[in-house]
């Protein structure tokens, strides 16, 4: 049996078919009050003859409302006509998470974007990754997996990659990220714990699909400026796969591109408490620099906590709650990429 046959999800569309199709990816989950329902994951799919085949996804983690915004803005927009091949539009891929507003599933606190490569047979959020990773990946060409900040982070919007170990690989993931034509960017190195294995991406990775992400924002809204860029990118993303003419690029701008690597890009929590930044996203920073103190309200009497960066670079990503707790992400850093 395929891995594709082993997915217990059931698409309502034919990813075949021509022309539009909107539909649900019907995941069954039997509860209480539904013993026999399904939870509907919503899905277009834009088909005109042969071609490559573009996924795109938001939706991974649901309290990030960017990528959701403008997926739904490309499913109305976007014309089978106007393409050559095929557009798979996932805007909720998390959909339990995406409903509740919240980063993990409520069903079974599943953290979709660390789930991967699934279980055909396991939780909700397990099922959920088993059908990206082995139906709609499979099928594609180029992978876009929108992110932002979410309810706890707010980025510089920015597109970025996986480092690959492989030169012709890591150029051809360069040319999509400078594709997309965003002022920012970055390269990821894991520095966080996150690794590859586990997501969206590493899930691309595998199949040797090409991959992009995004971190478009975040403090749980949308900015115009983050949806400006992000909806430009996807044009110019579609334009490079060969799936829209060239004529349909967007004139986009000239990409400093960022590395992020080890921990000592991070910046995390000494102490409970509440968070004072004393710089902004996009500054430039040096190591040792001072970037924000951890207040007591409860014994304002007590000294405040001050902590540093370990090393030089440039804001991406800054905490937005006040409360705090020891261990909490504050910051990231990136720096230029002498491989950009």
């Known amino acids: 049996m395929s891995d594709a046959a082993r997915s217990r999800l059931i698409p309502e569309v034919d990813f075949n078919v021509e022309g539009r199709q909107n539909g649900f990816i019907r995941l069954f989950h039997s509860v209480h009050g539904s013993a026999y329902g399904f939870i509907p994951i919503p899905v277009v799919v834009l088909k005109n003859g042969d071609g490559p085949t573009a996924l795109f996804v938001s939706g991974n983690h649901g309290d990030e409302y960017e990528g959701q ?26 959909f339990p998470a995406g409903m509740a507003g919240r980063r993990t599933s409520p069903i079974d606190e599943g953290n ?18 088993f059908f990206i990773e082995h139906v709609l990946i499979p099928m594609s060409d180029v992978v876009c997996d929108l992110h932002s900040g979410g309810s706890s982070l ?10 690959s170990a492989d030169p012709g690989r890591h150029a051809q993931h360069l040319a999509l990220l400078e594709a997309f034509g965003a002022p920012l960017a970055y390269m990821s190195g894991g520095g966080n714990g996150t690794g590859t294995d586990s997501t969206l991406m590493g899930g691309a990775e595998r ?5 992009l992400g995004t971190e478009l924002g975040g403090a749980g809204a949308v900015t115009p400026a983050a949806l400006r860029i992000v909806e430009r990118g996807l044009r110019n993303v579609l334009v490079h796969a060969g ?11 000239a990409t400093r591109v960022l590395e992020v690597g080890g921990p000592d890009y991070f910046t995390y ?12 996203l996009g500054e430039d920073v040096r190591k040792g620099q ?15 906590v001050e902590f540093h960066f370990a090393r030089d670079g440039f804001v991406l990503c800054k905490r937005v709650p006040g409360r705090t707790m020891r261990g909490d992400c504050l910051f990231h850093l990136g720096s230029d990429s002498a491989a950009g």
């Open 290 to 304: 001072i970037a924000g103190r951890i207040h007591f309200p409860e014994t304002p009497w007590a000294p405040s």
């Open 243 to 253: 799936i829209l003419p060239e004529a349909m690029r967007l004139a986009g701008e």
């Open 269 to 280: 929590a000494p102490e409970n408490g509440v968070f004072e930044p004393v710089v902004e």
């Open 112 to 129: 979709l974007n660390r789930m991967f490569p699934g279980t055909p047979d396991g939780t909700v959020t397990q099922q959920i990754a």
């Open 154 to 163: 707010m980025y510089v919007p920015c597109p970025l990659i996986k480092r």
């Open 207 to 211: 199949a040797g699909r090409l991959s």
């Open 69 to 94: 915004v403008a997926l739904c803005n490309l499913a109305k927009s976007l014309e089978p006509a106007q393409i050559k091949g095929r557009v798979i539009i996932l805007p909720m891929a998390n």
